[in-house]
């Protein structure tokens, strides 16, 4: 199970999935699970674990509403942390009670994924954090 991976918030997507795919091959020997150009989406795994996923940090900025701001602001994120739990509703009213805001609350995200629920939120010390079930 993924409980935690590093997904990498990015600007060209094509030149980072082009690097990553090479990169990977290259030093792990794996492929990517998926590519997806027009969702701004690529994933790969290692031994069904995954290792890294690119998402377009466009895409992200409008899920929590900063995409309002400059592309070059400091609140638009370079990365996420991603965690798989059972109740992604519980899980961010767990987080907001440890001082976490919530950017966008639990939502079932069936065009990201069949089954997909995710809620994001930024930690106390400003670190972007997206809750997942599926």
Known sequence: MDALYPRLLVDDFESAARFWTAALRDLLSIDPVKVLPEAGYANWDL????????????????????????????????????FR???VDAA?????????DVLAEPQDRPDWG??????????????????QSY
């Open 92 to 100: 961010a009213r767990l987080l907001a009670t440890h001082g976490a």
């Open 85 to 87: 739990v059972a109740d």
């Open 47 to 82: 031994n069904g674990e995954a290792v890294l996923v690119l998402y377009t940090r466009r895409n992200i900025a409008m899920t929590i509403g900063t995409d309002v701001l400059p592309a070059r602001a400091a609140a638009q994120d370079g990365a996420m942390l991603v």
């Open 114 to 131: 069949p089954g997909l629920r995710t809620a994001h939120l930024r930690t106390p010390d400003g670190t972007l954090v997206e809750l």
